[in-house]
């Protein structure tokens, strides 16, 4: 029955879902209320409304567990990679063991150099918990690379729903028309934060706009 809406899920993605899912999919069920946030600290907030509202962060380096995909539509790149990391957080890394899950995940995507639409290829990345920071399991997976990332701020603002690439297009759009013209943030490239599963209708997402260093 839970494979079931998991594949269900999954197919208003455009991917189907190996059998092999089941188990990862029961464990990150079970395990589903226990999610470690990625450590920031938050150094600024504007909240007139909540439609206005938005803060600016900085995250510190850490390890990341990545993928990248480049499949013909954005949710679809998403689903493969995040099914890859599911293997891994739950089984499939070099102690065999279940590694916990973080919130959130990031994709991080690029802008065509007209800026109308959403380059392939995404990466998408998974933290890694404070008690494998230091000595992250190895995946089995060779598509999962293993990533210390620099330290990243952002400005981030919350929306939700589904993350197609239309609905990314206009938060994007929605954030610049807020923020108005500045140079202090990279325009090809951003980050969209998931903090829910993706059979959650109304899930929370947050658009990052990355402060150049």
């Given amino acids: 029955q839970l494979f079931a809406h998991w594949e269900a899920v999954a197919s208003t993605h455009r991917v189907s879902l190996p059998r092999d899912m089941a188990g990862p999919i029961a464990q990150m069920t079970r395990h589903g209320r226990l999610r470690e946030p990625v450590p920031y600290a938050t150094l600024a907030r504007r909240d007139k409304s909540e439609e206005e509202a938005y803060e600016e962060r900085q995250y510190p380096a850490g390890k990341w567990a990545c993928v990248t995909m480049g499949e013909p539509m954005y949710e679809q790149s998403i689903s493969l990679s995040f099914m890859k990391l599911m293997r891994y957080i739950c089984k499939e890394n070099s102690g065999g063991c279940y590694l916990g899950m973080t919130v959130p995940v990031l994709n991080e995507i690029h802008l065509t150099k007209e800026g109308t639409e959403l380059a392939r290829e995404v990466l998408t990345a998974f933290y890694l918990p404070a008690a494998f920071q230091q000595n992250p399991p190895i995946p089995t997976d060779p598509e999962i690379q ?58 929370r997402n947050e658009i990052w706009f990355i402060r150049r260093a």
Avoid at 166 to 180: A, H, K, N, P, V
């Fill in 146 to 203: 293993i990533m210390e990332r620099a330290p990243l701020r952002v400005i981030t603002r919350v929306f939700y729903g589904m993350t197609t690439e239309e609905t990314i297009l206009r938060e994007i759009s929605l954030f610049w028309e807020l923020l108005g013209s500045t140079d202090t943030v990279l325009r090809e490239t951003y980050i969209v934060a998931v903090y829910e599963n993706p059979s959650i209708p109304q899930r």
